[in-house]
T-cell receptor
């Protein structure tokens, strides 16, 4: 079982560069989300999607775009990277329709913006 | 708004010691409650969960009871092992928003020494 797969695992960007963090899941989950993890801050929700073609903003959406063209994939785009976006990014998927939201997480992408 | 507060770390214990990590929450409605664990260099994994008041979640010797009267979900283990060294996150499912959204505490780092 692959579960939730994120690529790349590590990335260094220069300020102003753009890039896409990839996330794919093979569990046919409708719900997918992106979090960032910063020291002393826990995980904060960036964007989420309740199904293909539907996305919405979370707690910290500025500077990030998402799209959901298929059930499996949920890429996160950084439009113009800033040092404040240095963080560890986690993608998660779940099936809320079952009543209890157990999220499955990817291994994370460690991003450094210099 | 909805929030989770958990005890600050780091927590350092000797092997076979008793562990308690406190977690309290603020929420409107009736959220589900979770403990996630993050081992070094990995993503988050669900440790245990509870969906309604007085439910007890348990897994791998860890337990937590959903206490509505004190809005708490404290994590306990009677005898910790070195392999329990990790970061532990308390979380709730957002009862007012999308069912898939999770709200996390800031995390508590546990180190267990032999």
């Amino acid at each position: 079982n692959a579960g939730v797969t994120q690529t790349p695992k590590f990335q260094v960007l220069k300020t102003g560069q753009s890039m896409t963090l990839q996330c794919a899941q093979d569990m046919n989950h409708e719900y997918m989300s992106w979090y960032r993890q910063d020291p002393g801050m826990g995980l904060r929700l960036i964007h989420y999607s309740v199904g293909a073609g539907i996305t919405d903003q979370g707690e910290v959406p500025n500077g990030y775009n998402v799209s959901r063209s298929t059930t499996e994939d949920f890429p996160l785009r950084l439009l113009s990277a800033a040092p404040s976006q240095t963080s560890v990014y986690f993608c998660a998927s779940s099936e809320p329709g079952q009543g209890v939201t157990e999220a499955f997480f990817g291994q994370g992408t460690r991003l450094t913006v210099v | 708004g909805n929030s989770v507060t958990q005890m600050e770390g780091p927590v350092t214990l000797s092997e076979e010691a008793f562990l308690t990590i406190n977690c309290t929450y603020t929420a409107t409605g009736y959220p589900s409650l979770f403990w996630y664990v993050q081992y070094p260099g990995e993503g988050l994994q669900l440790l245990l969960k509870a969906t309604k008041a007085d439910d007890k979640g348990s897994n791998k010797g860890f337990e937590a009871t959903y206490r509505k009267e004190t809005t708490s979900f404290h994590l306990e283990k009677g005898s910790v092992q070195v392999s329990d060294s990790a970061v532990y996150f308390c979380a709730l499912s957002d009862p007012g928003g999308s069912q898939g959204n999770l709200i996390f505490g800031k995390g508590t780092k546990l180190s267990v020494k032999p």
